[in-house]
């Protein structure tokens, strides 16, 4: 039996006086966990005694944006009424206990488990990255792989550090799935023995650097980049240059941080460039933008008769060339000072290569790349444009979202990760008879756009 209905009392919660900031304390505990706004709590209790929630401002909003604008929950107004009977306790309680478990076990754990999940992953991944980024520092993938898993007690001994510091790094790392945790003991996921063990030949540490040194320091203007449609971020590096590229000659560390990360990452997809492209007709590639020459070592190590040579800013040219002289095929390679916008690109190649290059530029400096290599090619050439795709219908993938803002906010103000319908239309308008799509793994793809 509800009781009888008592005179309603408003409680202005922003008055600071004792009653109201603790009605703010209960009802903010019983609301909160109650995120669809669909369950209201009706009966709290404050100081002992049962009130009985009549109307409440609450937008029915997820707890999720209650929780974060709870600043605006101190100056809702409240409206309620005291009730003093035993049974509506008793009562409130058992409604209570089934909303509590239809909520944690239907709401949250089924219908809104991946929403919740996401919205974490997003709403912390500072947080998750900054602890990746300290377990990576500490090499504590590859200690875990060693000893094919450790105790909490061992790790701290192993690192050095003490308890409750290595509690909480390794609770970042176990909720957001970098390792799995079996009883007392943490072990790697497979993904974490591929990409996260200093001694896997996969491994994507480098990027992880770069994530610090370049990714933390330009992307917290992402905001004034939409804005202003310019990589505001790049007022962080030191320079006056456009791009990125060409900042980083100021500054040797980074430069090199930044190179070996994108020889990380193309030492991984280089090797399916390699799988999957067919370059065996190709005498002679020029790499633009080939960086330190991590894809042409790859290309001419597998076929023989090739020829390879980095087309790049002087000092990322200069970089590779004495990289190039140390390899075994270094007769047939080589690099080429040069701007690909200022500068002729060389005529005596029959394939321009570019790969992680077209996604820094707009669509119209890209459409002017391709008329370039177009024009700088003979009869039966071809352009090989090699790079993670974005879905034609831009709801994906993940790793397009996640690389393109970079280019934006940082490297030049203006690329993107591009679709594989916008990489076609360009060729085509470029003067490309023949353009083909090559699907890759690792969300990559391949456009071959052929000379006729
Ligand atoms: C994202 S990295 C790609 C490196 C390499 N192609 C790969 O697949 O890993 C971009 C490269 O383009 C070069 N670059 C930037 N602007 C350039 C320009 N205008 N002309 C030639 N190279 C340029 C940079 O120096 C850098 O090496």
Not at 92 to 116: D, M, T, Y
Request: glycine content about 8%; charged content about 20%.
């Amino acid at each position: 039996m509800r009781p009888a209905p008592q005179p309603m009392v408003t409680a202005d919660t922003a008055s600071g006086n004792s009653v109201g900031s603790s009605i703010v304390g209960s009802i903010c505990q019983e609301i909160l966990p109650f995120s669809a706004g669909f369950l209201r709590p009706s009966y709290f209790s404050v100081d002992g005694k049962a009130f009985q929630l009549i109307q409440s401002s609450y937008p029915p909003e997820s707890s999720m944006s209650v929780a974060v604008t709870s600043a605006r929950l101190e100056r809702q107004k409240v409206r309620i009424r005291p009730t003093d009977s035993a049974q509506s306790n008793a009562f409130s309680r058992s409604v209570s206990r089934v909303r509590s478990w239809l909520q944690r076990n239907v709401i949250e754990g089924i219908f809104l488990r991946r929403q919740v999940e996401r919205f974490f992953l997003v709403f912390g991944g500072h947080i998750f990255f900054q602890t990746l980024e300290a377990a990576s520092r500490f090499d504590l993938f590859t200690h875990l792989k060693t000893e094919n898993g450790m105790t909490r007690d061992q790790i701290c001994e192993k690192l050095g550090i003490q308890d409750q510091p290595c509690r909480i790094m390794l609770l970042g790392l176990v909720s957001s799935g970098m390792i799995k945790k079996r009883g007392n003991v943490y072990k790697n996921t497979r993904m974490a023995n591929e990409v996260l063990c200093s001694d896997s030949q996969t491994n994507l540490l480098p990027y992880i650097a770069l994530q610090r040194h370049v990714m933390y320091k330009g992307m917290p203007k992402f905001y004034e980049s939409i804005k202003e449609y310019r990589n505001c971020g790049l007022d962080e590096f030191e320079g006056d240059e456009p791009t990125l590229y060409q900042r980083l000659a100021h500054d040797p560390e980074v430069e090199e941080v930044f190179h070996d990360s994108m020889s990380a990452l193309s030492v991984q997809t280089n090797k399916i460039l390699a799988d999957f492209v067919d370059f065996s007709s190709v005498k002679s590639l020029v790499d633009i933008g080939g960086g330190d020459g991590t894809n042409i070592i790859t290309l001419t190590s597998k076929y023989s008769h090739l020829r390879g040579r980095v087309f790049d800013l002087p000092s990322v040219a200069n970089l590779a060339r004495e990289q190039l002289a140390a390899h075994p095929n270094a007769e047939r390679l080589g690099a080429v000072n040069g701007n690909c916008f200022e500068d002729a690109l060389p005529t005596d190649a029959d394939c321009f290569l570019l790969a992680h290059f077209c996604t820094i530029w707009s669509p119209e400096k890209n459409k002017q790349l391709l008329k370039k290599c177009f024009d700088a090619l003979p009869s039966g050439g071809r352009v090989v444009i090699f790079n993670m795709m974005q879905d034609n219908d831009e709801t994906g993938p993940l790793s397009a979202a996640v690389g393109s803002p970079y280019f934006l906010t940082i490297a030049t103000g203006e690329g993107m990760l591009y679709t594989w319908n916008e990489y076609g239309q360009w060729a085509r308008e470029a003067g490309f008879a023949d353009v083909k799509q090559v699907k890759l793994p690792r969300d990559h793809g391949a456009i071959v756009a052929i000379k006729s």
